[in-house]
């Protein structure tokens, strides 16, 4: 099992920025991928961004059309966390955001959110106009 905890979401100004965190605890070493998903009220879960997770320095990316070039993602091997830069925040951007964990390598980054075995509580990031 792995344990996920998000925390850093709140209210933003539009072309604001927010940074969220993902610390994972418990079988960390089962880790192939962490991403962020997001869910705005009626409308279903969708991909963020997800970063391949290794022993090793590089690392796979890939991103949503929807916030490529405002988002980054990123890792911290020593604290097991993941991080979600967001700037330029829109009100478009406004959903609760998971933290996920796919335990299954597959070679390329998987943007099903049913392909992640593993998921937080999620945090709110709501963006006002």
């Known amino acids: 099992q792995v344990q996920l905890v998000e925390s850093g979401g709140g209210l933003v100004q539009a072309g604001g920025s927010l940074r969220l965190s993902c610390a994972a605890s418990?079988?960390?070493?089962?880790?192939?991928?962490m991403g962020w998903f997001r869910q705005a009220p009626g409308k279903e879960r969708e991909f963020v961004a997800a970063?391949?997770?290794?022993?090793?320095?590089?690392?796979?990316?890939y991103y949503a059309n929807s916030v490529k070039g405002r988002f980054t993602i990123s890792r911290e091997n020593a604290k097991n966390t993941v991080y979600l830069q967001m700037n330029s925040l829109k009100p478009e951007d406004t959903a609760v955001y998971y933290c996920?964990?796919?335990?299954?390598?597959?070679?390329?980054?998987?943007?099903?959110?049913?392909?992640?075995?593993?998921w937080g509580q999620g945090t709110q990031v709501t963006v006002s106009s």
């Open positions: 996920s964990v796919r335990s299954r390598y597959s070679g390329y980054i998987v943007t099903i959110d049913h392909e992640y075995d593993y």
């Open positions: 970063i391949t997770w290794s022993d090793r320095s590089d690392s796979s990316l």
């Open positions: 418990g079988r960390t070493f089962s880790i192939y991928s």
